[in-house]
């Protein structure tokens, strides 16, 4: 099949060369034209596991090319994907402004294809409000007469693993009108099901649109309810561990995302909660779980910067109270395996670390570009993780990189000035790092302090 992806962001690049690998001939199209120029060059933009060597294989046989011209593949294009930002507004809803623009040039190029071709298949994969289908539909239809369908497509990847999310996914979910529409998207993706032993589901179009909220909404609300669990099995002596596992062995509840952390964040999660809870205010149903969500993960983000107030005795009112205290710091963006620092935690520790005065040197094993860009130097950049303790008060991990997991604690433990972590991802047993001599913070379990 002949297919357009518009925006060649962490979506839209991934499904490009995810479809390519099927055997379908896709066109790249994102208004940036020096990452077309970087992607035509066969270099990724962002950092994720498995799409350089796709994008190297496919840009090679032909079956993947960018362009910033829509137009160029319209004429022949069996669907059409949406893959562009749909960031918070000022009220929090989500800002249609880039769906809709795409929607118009779509609506404006449909003129190129013959007028008895078969429907085009416009498909939104950018997560969109209930009724976007709609809105996207006539958007198209004020610009041409041409016949088109607007389909609904969430995307489920997670960034970190999207080649494989996208490759071998656990469902596809379709809102859609048509039977039409339904076999063009079932031969996208139906060799990835057939992989994976996925799920279909076809359904209207604002069902699938909700799916994506809702889907966002509860992994969210699991994340906030351990945080709290955490907390509170701090404060009772209790060890989240323990918890976590034999509530998780409840087949009702399942165990994934009972991981307590320091509060979620990336490009998704906050702007999809913010832009639910504006669409249950404006239909006068408030969404009170998820807004308690939100709450408790604002609060959440704060943990680590709590911990280290406390045990270095930082009263309100001092000045600079951190002044002359050094921090390492592991882990800058928003969880592993991404370089995506939006909305991460990392960059709301070192903000109130260096508000108190404090030095702080980073390492991470893809954000630091980003990092860079975004606060200069605000904060040392060190090459590898144990350059970041030498000589620090403390070492601080904000994200859980497989490799900080597999630390030489030793050589860690001699770099730094003295031996503590504040650890806000639970890497290491509390009872084994009492054992080697550590003061050890993390979240949900006993603090250990050295003898
Ligand atoms: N990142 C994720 O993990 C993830 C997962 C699921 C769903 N989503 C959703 O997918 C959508 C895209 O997210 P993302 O993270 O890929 O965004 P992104 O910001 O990384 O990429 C968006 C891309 O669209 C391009 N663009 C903007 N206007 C354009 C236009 N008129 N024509 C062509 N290109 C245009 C931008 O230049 C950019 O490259 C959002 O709605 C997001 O909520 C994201």
């Given amino acids: 099949m002949q297919v357009l992806v518009i925006g060649s962001g962490y979506v839209g690049l991934v499904a490009a060369a995810c479809f390519a690998e099927a055997g379908h001939r896709i066109l790249g199209v994102d208004v940036d034209a020096a990452k077309v120029a970087t992607l035509s060059r066969g270099e990724s933009p962002i950092f994720e596991p498995g799409l350089d060597e796709l994008l190297v294989k496919h840009l090679a046989s032909g079956a993947l090319r960018f362009t910033t011209d829509l137009n160029a593949g319209i004429a022949e294009a069996d669907a059409a994907f949406i893959c562009v930002g749909t960031p918070q507004s000022e ?136 945080n709290e669990i955490a907390n509170l099995a701090e404060a009772v002596g209790a060890d989240v561990d323990h918890v976590k596992v034999a509530i998780g062995a409840d087949h009702r509840i399942g165990p994934a995302f009972l991981n307590p952390g320091p509060g979620f964040g990336g490009s998704c999660f906050p702007k999809d909660l913010q832009a639910l809870l504006k669409v249950g205010r404006e239909q006068g149903q408030p969404l009170m779980t998820l807004a308690a969500t939100v709450e408790a993960n604002r609060h959440q983000k704060q943990v680590l910067l709590r911990k280290v107030k406390a045990h270095f005795g930082v009263q309100s009112g001092v000045p600079a109270p951190l002044k002359g205290r050094r921090f390492a710091l592991w882990g800058l963006a928003f969880k592993a395996d991404t370089d995506d620092i939006r909305e991460s935690m990392a960059l709301e520790l070192i903000e109130g670390l260096v508000n108190l005065g404090a030095q702080v040197v980073v390492h991470d094993f893809a954000a630091m570009d980003a990092v860079r860009a975004r606060i200069g130097d605000k904060v040392i950049y060190a090459a590898t993780p144990l350059e970041a303790c030498e000589g620090a008060d403390a070492l601080l991990i904000a994200t859980e990189w497989a490799q900080y997991r597999q630390a030489d604690l030793e050589a860690v433990g001699r770099a730094l000035k003295s031996r503590r972590i504040f650890d806000g991802r639970n890497l290491f047993r509390p009872e084994a790092m009492e054992a080697q001599g550590w003061t050890y913070h993390s979240l949900g379990r006993r603090p250990v302090a050295a003898k």
């Fill in 91 to 226: 009220d929090g809803s989500a800002d249609m402004k880039y769906v809709l623009a795409v929607a118009a040039q779509l609506g404006r190029a449909m003129a190129l294809r013959a007028a008895d071709a078969k429907p085009l298949i416009v498909v939104d994969k950018s997560t969109v409000p209930v009724g976007t289908a709609a809105r996207v539909h006539a958007e198209i239809a004020a610009h041409t007469d041409r016949a088109f369908e607007v389909v609904s497509n969430p995307e489920f990847l997670r960034e970190g693993s999207a080649i494989l999310d996208f490759l071998e996914p656990d469902r596809v979910v379709v809102g859609c009108r048509t039977d039409h529409a339904e076999t063009i998207m079932k031969g996208l993706y139906q060799s990835f099901l057939d992989r994976s032993g996925g799920k279909w589901f076809r359904m209207d179009p604002p069902s699938a649109e909700l799916t994506k909220y809702a889907a966002n909404a509860m992994l969210a609300l699991r994340i906030s309810f351990i």
